[in-house]
């Protein structure tokens, strides 16, 4: 039961923590394009020495 007392508190702390990496990506713009590295490497250059 004592195990519980620690236990109990570091993981809400843990979970507030990454709550708060998530909420930090999401407003740096982390997830704006999603897909634009993946369709960029399918393109050609353009000006791509010979």
């Known amino acids: 039961m004592n195990v519980l007392v ?9 979970g507030g923590l990454g709550l708060a ?6 407003r740096s713009d982390q997830y704006d394009d999603v897909d634009g590295a993946a369709a960029r490497i399918l393109l050609d250059d353009e000006d791509a020495p010979e």
């Open 21 to 26: 990496a998530f909420i930090w990506t999401v």
């Open 6 to 14: 620690v236990l109990i508190p570091v993981s809400l702390i843990l």
